[in-house]
């Protein structure tokens, strides 16, 4: 059982790019952050901070490129910021929601076990669309325990210098894994833990990759493969 203890920051632009930005200050790895990010076309990218990372999230989540390059985010008070390769972030929070309070009344113990979790799930998606507090992802088991919620309520957002456009929700919904993130922009406090069903293969050889440029205008253009830089639009 692997457990990971941070946040989980969900949000859309005008451009239609939507991100998910995961920081985590307490995992196995230690300390770091990733970031998921589906085009209006489709298009989805992990940035990941080192290649073991880039492995594991990899092989949890459904990607079409992946790129390793420094990601790094700060948590101050009412503001995340994110520095990861191509992507500058700059978000402003706003109040806990209602849900959020409601579940900070939820025991820490039982708001992160698996089996309530589980009994939750079919709920989640009826509280709060495309969510879900359980379900599989390839060989491993996820549960998503919840401890607080704030909104989103402006960002700044850019990839390769240019401007993304006003915040947005995040619509369609991010195809990464089972779950979606909530459509109104918002950032989780939650603890992720993962179970393996069965045992995992491990990927040997070199970390290699084929990107797609993010976001295009004209559509999915590949890139040549064994690149590790991020394309530009």
């Known amino acids: 059982m692997e457990r990971f ?6 949000l859309g632009t005008a451009s239609g790019t939507r991100l998910v930005v995961g920081h985590w200050p307490d995992s196995p790895f230690g300390p770091f952050t990733d970031v998921m990010v589906e ?10 901070p080192d290649e073991n990372i880039a492995r594991y999230v990899s092989a949890t989540y459904s990607f079409d490129a992946v790129d390793v390059v420094p990601v790094s985010a700060r948590l ?19 109040r806990v929601t209602f849900l959020g309070r409601m579940l900070q009344t939820v025991p820490a113990p039982l708001a992160v076990h698996p089996l309530w979790l589980r009994a939750l799930n079919p709920l989640a998606g009826l509280i709060v669309r495309g969510v879900q507090t359980a379900g599989t ?23 390769n210098g240019k401007d993304l456009g006003q915040l ?6 991010v195809r990464f894994g089972f779950s979606s993130v909530p459509v109104r922009p918002q950032i989780l406090a939650v603890t992720t833990t993962i179970t393996a069903r069965e ?11 084929v990107f797609i440029r993010m976001p295009n205008p004209s559509g999915l253009t590949r890139a040549r493969p064994g690149s590790n830089r991020a394309m530009s639009p």
């Open 199 to 209: 045992a995992r293969t491990e990927v040997s050889g070199p970390w290699r990759t």
């Open 168 to 173: 947005a929700p995040v619509s369609p919904p």
């Open 76 to 94: 101050e008070g009412g503001t995340l910021t994110v520095d990861g390769g191509p992507l500058r972030l700059r978000a402003k929070l706003g």
């Open 39 to 48: 085009n209006r076309f489709g298009s989805r990218l992990l940035l990941a």
């Open 137 to 159: 992802t390839g060989d491993r088991l996820e549960y998503y325990g919840v401890r607080s919620i704030r909104r989103v309520t402006a960002a700044e957002c850019s990839w």
């Open 5 to 10: 203890r941070g946040y989980i920051a969900g």
